[in-house]
């Protein structure tokens, strides 16, 4: 499966995607709006391989879940995000991954589909009707407004960026470069908390690696990734900083 709402078990924020139609949709809009309120309990975030770099800055960076993909941390305990407040305002100055940004759009499909369709959650809070003030109409005249057609690039591209992530996650993996790992947080009130049940990148491994897989990860531009993970973990501290 790709990462879209083809799936048994929704995508992480979506409750109700269908299929964007013309038909069906002909009334939808999407009012403006940079609250995240939506994301404010999750504590990990799918992170692309391109976005490591601006990332690793904000959150440690750690592998978990199904094919151990990428994940940014924002926050330490379950159910919380450390980096929206109360009005659903993402912390200014730290990068917002494009997980979040593309919603409430994604994509579904097989990975057999030559072409993905394209769906919104109905009951996304931004999505509401045409004539609402402010909002931005999905479609005009049974055709694809520049929103619309900005949506469907997004998630493609998005699609293209989860595609090769995976494909470099794979090749750590055969190289035996990920190892569990276990980071203990001690809080400003001293309490200590052991996180637990993700990976990381083994850095004696990789310094082992004989020159034709160094190579290997270097071609498929894993490399970047790799020394990102590595590098996040000097943001714990960043991220302890959020609780306040």
């Known amino acids: 499966m790709t990462d879209t709402a083809a799936s048994s078990a929704l995508p992480m924020f979506y409750a109700k995607p269908e299929g964007l139609s013309t038909n069906t949709h002909a009334d939808l809009a999407l009012k ?4 995240y309120s939506f994301a404010a309990t999750a504590n990990a975030i799918p992170l ?3 976005e490591m770099p601006q990332a ?4 440690p960076i750690v592998f978990a879940g199904s094919g151990n993909m990428p994940l940014a941390l924002t926050g330490i305990k379950s159910g919380e995000n450390n980096f929206i ?4 305002i993402w912390a200014d100055g730290h990068y917002i991954p494009a997980y979040v940004r593309r919603y409430p759009f994604v994509l579904a499909g097989d990975e057999e589909d030559e072409r993905l369709t394209l ?3 109905r009951d996304a809070a931004s999505v509401t009707t045409v004539g609402t003030d402010g909002a931005n109409p ?3 005249s049974g055709e694809p407004t520049e929103l619309t057609k900005n949506a469907i690039t997004f998630c493609e591209e998005y699609q293209t960026m989860f595609n090769a992530t995976k494909a470099m996650v794979a090749l750590m993996d055969k190289h035996g470069l990920l190892i569990d790992q276990t980071s203990k947080i001690t809080l400003p009130d001293g309490q200590s908390h052991n996180i637990a049940g993700f990976m990381g ?3 004696g491994k990789l310094n082992a690696l004989n020159d034709a897989a160094f190579l290997e990860l270097r071609k498929a ?3 970047g990734a790799i020394y990102c993970q590595l590098g996040s973990t000097n943001s714990w501290q960043s991220l302890l900083n959020r609780r306040g």
């Not at 690793?56 to 959150?59: A, G, H, L």
């Open 32 to 35: 403006p709006t940079n609250n």
């Open 48 to 50: 692309m391989a391109a």
């Open 56 to 59: 690793m800055r904000s959150y």
């Open 85 to 88: 407040d109360t009005d659903g």
């Open 119 to 121: 769906c919104i959650d």
């Open 138 to 140: 999905l479609f005009i």
């Open 201 to 203: 990148i083994d850095e």
């Open 221 to 223: 531009g894993a490399l």
